[in-house]
């Protein structure tokens, strides 16, 4: 499987932008699509963009026009550029890998989490 390390959140104001980062590592060549996720206190964790291996990428109706996923695939690095922030934007935001491995020679789907990096949107 893979490990994720989230970077970049902050105290943004209102209107302000933003720039994550989710470094990853390990078995980089499993991974199918990489995701960004956030979950606001009190809230259920929800999906936001993701990335798949052809490079092809989708955006939570939420964020569309606002919201950017990219990659680096020589640093293996993801990112999710953040501009014209919201109050309600505020959010711890989760990367995360989905991809199948193999053991023993059968595929093992996963999905793993970084731990998150908290995002405030001040009014």
């Known amino acids: 499987q893979v490990q994720l390390v989230e970077s970049g959140g902050g105290l943004v104001q209102s209107g302000g932008s933003l720039r994550l980062s989710c470094a990853a590592s390990?078995?980089?060549?499993?991974?199918?699509?990489m995701e960004w996720y956030r979950q606001a206190p009190g809230k259920e964790r929800v999906l936001v963009a993701h990335?798949?291996?052809?490079?092809?990428?989708n955006l939570a109706d939420s964020v569309k026009g606002r919201f950017t996923i990219s990659r680096d695939n020589i640093k293996k690095l993801v990112y999710l550029q953040m501009n014209s922030l919201r109050p309600e934007d505020t959010a711890v935001y989760f990367c995360?890998?989905?991809?199948?491995?193999?053991?023993?020679?059968?595929?093992?789907?996963?999905?793993?989490w970084g731990q998150g990096t908290q995002v405030t949107v001040s009014s």
């Open positions: 990335i798949t291996r052809d490079g092809s990428k």
């Open positions: 995360a890998a989905e991809g199948i491995d193999f053991q023993d020679d059968s595929p093992v789907a996963y999905r793993s």
């Open positions: 390990g078995r980089i060549a499993s991974i199918n699509t």
